[in-house]
C-alpha cells in the first residue's frame, strides 16, 4: 500500500506540472498577445500622426519655392484669363439667416443676397471639405474681398494647388485691408460649371469705382474673370482694377 500511495503521489505530482506548465504557456501567449495588440496600437497611432503631419509637411516643400516670388509671379501669365466681365448687382444688405436657401443663378456668384455673418478675414484657403457656405462668402464679397474659385479640375493639379495655397498665403494677416482675399472651390454640388475650358474664377462685388463708393452713387456690378489656370499676374492687375475700397462696405471685416 505504501508503494501505490508513493506512485498516487507521484501521478498527482506530475500532473500538477503538467497544468502548471500549461498554465505558464497561457499566460506567456496571453502577454504576447497584448505585447502585438500595444505595438499594433503604436503603429497605427503613429500612422494616423504621420498621415496628419504629411500633407501639411507637402504642402510647405511646395510651396516653399514660391515663397520670394511676387503674386503676379505664380502660376500662368495674365493671358491665360480672358478679359473681365460685368452685371448689374442687387442683393446689396439683403441678409438671410444663415443656413437659409439661396439660388445663385451665376457660376460662381459675385453678389446677390447673402448670410447675416461673413466668413473672417484670418483664413485664405479652403477645401471642398471645410469652405463656407455660398451665402457666406457672398456677405465677403460686399465688404470687398476677391475671391480666386477654382474647380474640379484645378483641384486635382497638385501644381496649380500648390500656386493658390502660395498666391493665398501673400495675402496673410488682418491688418491690412487690402488682403481681403480668399481662394475657395467651386464644386459639380454648387453650380453650373464655368464656361468651357475656363477652370479658374476672379470674382469682385463693384460699386463702379472707388470715387463712387465715396459719393454715394453706387453704380453695384458683380466682376468676373475666367482663366484656363491660376494665374497671379492676371489676379494682381484684377485687385488693382478693383480694390477692396470698390465695393457696397468697404470698412466691412
Sequence with gaps: MAKSSKSSRTVRNERQKVLEEMRARQKAAERRRGQLIVVVCVVVALGIIVAAAWGPVVDHFRTAKYANQAVEQIGAPASA???????????N??????????????????????????????????????????????????HGYTILWYDDTVADSSTQ?????????????????????????????????????????YTHWSVGGTQNAASGQARQ?????????????ALATFMTDYPFTDSPEPNGM
Design 81 to 91: 484669363c480672358r478679359k473681365p466681365t460685368t452685371k448689374p448687382a442687387t442683393g
Design 161 to 201: 494647388m500648390s500656386q493658390i495655397r502660395a498666391i493665398a498665403d501673400k495675402f496673410s494677416g488682418t491688418t491690412d485691408l487690402r488682403h481681403k482675399f480668399k481662394a475657395v472651390p467651386w464644386t459639380a454640388d454648387d453650380g453650373t460649371p464655368f464656361p468651357d475650358g475656363q477652370h479658374i474664377a
Design 221 to 233: 456690378v458683380g466682376v468676373w474673370q475666367y482663366c484656363s489656370s491660376v494665374s497671379g499676374a
Design 93 to 142: 444688405q439683403e441678409h438671410l439667416p444663415d443656413g437659409s436657401p439661396i439660388s445663385y443663378p451665376e457660376s460662381p456668384p459675385a453678389f446677390g443676397k447673402h448670410y447675416i455673418t461673413p466668413d473672417p478675414m484670418a483664413r485664405k484657403f479652403y477645401t471642398a471639405q471645410d469652405r463656407p457656405a455660398l451665402g457666406t462668402l457672398v456677405h465677403n464679397e460686399e
